[in-house]
């Protein structure tokens, strides 16, 4: 029988709020925050609009979401990881990569 882990145990844990969310991924969720209340103070436009800017920002949280998922469980969840690479250095090389190859 497999007993509970406890949080204070957990090396998953470490580094991660109570969302289970590190640093950089809270100021991702900070700053969605921030842009969802910027767009209330819009000016009405159309009547779907609420509900698709909604519906933008649960789909973000679920990238969030996924993220502390993969880490936590990447034995049963693909992650892809590069050394720790950012997606800045990752396109960044891809760029460079491709201004080589046409060169």
């Given amino acids: 029988m497999s007993r509970l882990i ?16 590190n640093d950089k991924e809270q100021n991702v969720m900070n700053r969605l ?21 909604i519906f933008a920002v649960h789909f973000i949280q679920g990238l969030l979401a996924a993220r502390v998922v993969r880490r936590d469980y ?18 960044n090389e891809e760029k460079t990569s491709s201004n080589n190859n046409n060169r």
């Fill in 74 to 91: 990447p034995e049963g969840w693909s992650n892809y990881s590069k050394d720790g690479k950012t997606y800045k250095e990752i396109i």
């Fill in 33 to 53: 925050m921030d842009c969802l209340h910027a767009y209330l103070d819009l000016e009405y436009q159309h009547p779907s609009d609420m509900s698709e800017f």
């Fill in 6 to 21: 406890d949080p204070n145990e957990d090396p998953r844990k470490k580094n991660v709020n109570k969302l289970g969310l």
